[in-house]
């Protein structure tokens, strides 16, 4: 299976509607020329993931004009599209960070709201509401995990979605620079130790005053990196072989060994 991660540049001088022309016609051209079945987005890469002022203004309802461009560019392309995420306006509740997955045909296959909101007291943190559900997609090759960038620091979500069966964790980010090394280990780690392929998709570029971390990695299963990006805007491209997966879990069962229900300590 032949994933491409296209990690868009976020700069406050393109417009959303701009970008979210460019990255449709980007999404058709680069399935065709990769020959690829899945093909991966950042997070809130209409809005940028730090600009906040922008969250309420440019929220969109889960079938609005970014759920309609990709459905169209996936079923144009005929892939599996992991279009990132979107400011989704709930009409019924707070905003929510939430990711959309299509199948080839156009369908929406997932919506996942970003379970871990970043920001601690302000930020996301208070103008998102929390995703509650694990979200797993089976494609016809494997099935897919998803997390939201921050989300990557908490093994125990990473630990429920392959519980539910994922193999292959997607990650669309937008981590900030200043924090580059951590994302890149955290994406090695949640691979090593649930023994899947992680497919981390960031931004590059600068928005809101922030750089971003780019540096978009393709981790397979026994922690080596595939692919990795550089800081700007770019396509990675990488085979991934889903029975990988099992093989590894055969050759090394450590997940086996898990521990499920240890004595709290003494005292
Ligand atoms: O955890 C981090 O350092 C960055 C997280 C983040 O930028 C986000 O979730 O939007």
Same mark, same amino acid.
């Given at each position: 299976?032949?994933?491409?991660?296209?990690?868009?540049? #976020?700069?406050?001088?393109?417009?959303?509607?701009?970008?979210?022309?460019?990255?449709?016609?980007? #999404?058709?051209?680069?399935?065709?020329?990769?020959?690829?079945?899945?093909?991966?987005?950042?997070?809130?890469?209409?809005?940028?993931?730090?600009?906040?002022?922008?969250?309420?203004?440019?929220?969109?309802?889960?079938?609005?004009? =970014?759920?309609?461009?990709?459905?169209?560019?996936?079923?144009?392309?005929?892939?599996?599209?992991?279009?990132?995420?979107?400011? *989704?306006?709930?009409?019924?509740?707070?905003?929510?960070?939430?990711?959309?997955?299509?199948?080839?045909?156009?369908?929406?296959?997932?919506?996942?709201?970003?379970?871990?909101?970043? !920001?601690?007291?302000?930020?996301?943190?208070?103008?998102?509401?929390? !995703?509650?559900?694990?979200?797993?997609?089976?494609?016809?090759?494997?099935? &897919?995990?998803?997390?939201?960038?921050?989300?990557?620091?908490?093994?125990?979500?990473?630990?429920?979605?392959?519980?539910?069966?994922?193999?292959?964790?997607?990650?669309?980010?937008?981590?900030?620079?200043?924090?580059?090394?951590?994302?890149?280990?955290?994406?090695?780690?949640?691979?090593?130790?649930?023994?899947?392929?992680?497919?981390?998709?960031? =931004?590059?570029?600068?928005?809101?005053?922030?750089?971003?971390?780019?540096?978009?990695?393709?981790?397979?299963?026994?922690? *080596? #990196?595939?692919?990795?990006?550089?800081?700007?805007?770019?396509?990675?491209?990488?085979? #991934? *072989?889903?029975?990988?997966?099992?093989?590894?879990?055969?050759?090394?069962?450590?997940?086996?060994?898990?521990? &499920?229900?240890?004595?709290?300590?003494?005292?």
């Amino acid at each position: 299976m032949r994933a491409s991660l296209i990690q868009i540049a #976020v700069d406050e001088g393109e417009s959303v509607n701009s970008r979210r022309e460019r990255v449709s016609s980007l #999404v058709r051209e680069v399935a065709a020329r990769e020959r690829s079945g899945l093909v991966v987005l950042p997070e809130l890469w209409t809005t940028g993931a730090f600009a906040y002022d922008s969250f309420a203004s440019e929220a969109e309802p889960l079938e609005g004009p =970014t759920y309609e461009a990709m459905r169209e560019a996936a079923r144009d392309a005929g892939v599996w599209l992991h279009a990132g995420s979107v400011p *989704e306006r709930d009409p019924e509740g707070p905003l929510y960070n939430t990711s959309l997955v299509f199948s080839p045909d156009g369908e929406l296959a997932a919506a996942y709201r970003k379970i871990h909101r970043f !920001g601690f007291d302000k930020g996301e943190a208070v103008l998102m509401g929390a !995703g509650s559900r694990l979200v797993t997609v089976r494609t016809p090759s494997t099935t &897919l995990g998803l997390a939201t960038c921050y989300d990557l620091r908490f093994p125990e979500l990473f630990r429920g979605l392959v519980d539910a069966g994922a193999e292959m964790f997607v990650v669309p980010a937008g981590w900030p620079a200043r924090r580059r090394e951590h994302w890149l280990l955290l994406a090695r780690a949640r691979a090593v130790e649930d023994q899947v392929y992680v497919l981390a998709c960031g =931004t590059g570029g600068t928005h809101a005053g922030v750089p971003q971390a780019g540096h978009s990695v393709v981790v397979d299963p026994w922690g *080596e #990196v595939l692919a990795e990006a550089g800081d700007g805007e770019e396509v990675l491209t990488v085979d #991934v *072989e889903p029975a990988k997966v099992l093989a590894t879990r055969e050759q090394f069962p450590a997940l086996k060994d898990r521990l &499920l229900g240890m004595d709290p300590p003494r005292g």
